[in-house]
């Protein structure tokens, strides 16, 4: 399972450092992406990496950065200069694609693993 953490409520400019950590499985094999859910709207990704460390290029640039620690079985999402509009639930998820290709998508259209989520909450 995935085990997302490191929500919490910041102001405006502040940073966060979110974690998804994997227990009973490797990540390594796996693209890990971190998507945001407003309400009952869509989920939609932030960010993503592959197994091998390349972005998607469609992940959020400039105030984020993801990386993995294989060692550690574990994957950071660390948000800078947080805005109102980045308020969501945040979710970890874990699949096997092309990020190049197909970015946040998994080539069997299927995501393997699901965290939790953690809630992100940026007051002005």
């Known amino acids: 399972q995935l085990q997302a953490s490191g929500g919490g409520l910041v102001q405006t400019g502040g940073s966060l450092r979110l974690s998804c950590a994997a227990s009973g499985f490797n990540l390594d094999p796996y693209v890990i992406g971190w998507f945001r859910q407003v309400a009952e709207d869509e989920r939609e990704g932030v960010s993503c990496?592959?197994?091998?460390?390349?972005i998607c290029p469609d992940s959020v640039k400039g105030r984020f950065t993801i990386s993995r620690d294989n060692a550690k079985n574990t994957v950071y999402l660390q948000m800078n200069s947080l805005k109102p509009d980045d308020t969501g639930v945040y979710y970890c998820?874990?699949?096997?694609?092309?990020?190049?290709?197909?970015?946040?998508?998994?080539?069997?259209?299927?995501?393997?693993?699901w965290g939790q989520g953690t809630l992100v909450t940026v007051s002005s």
């Open positions: 990496i592959s197994s091998s460390g390349t």
């Open positions: 998820a874990a699949w096997v694609g092309d990020v190049s290709e197909y970015g946040f998508v998994p080539t069997s259209g299927e995501y393997a693993y």
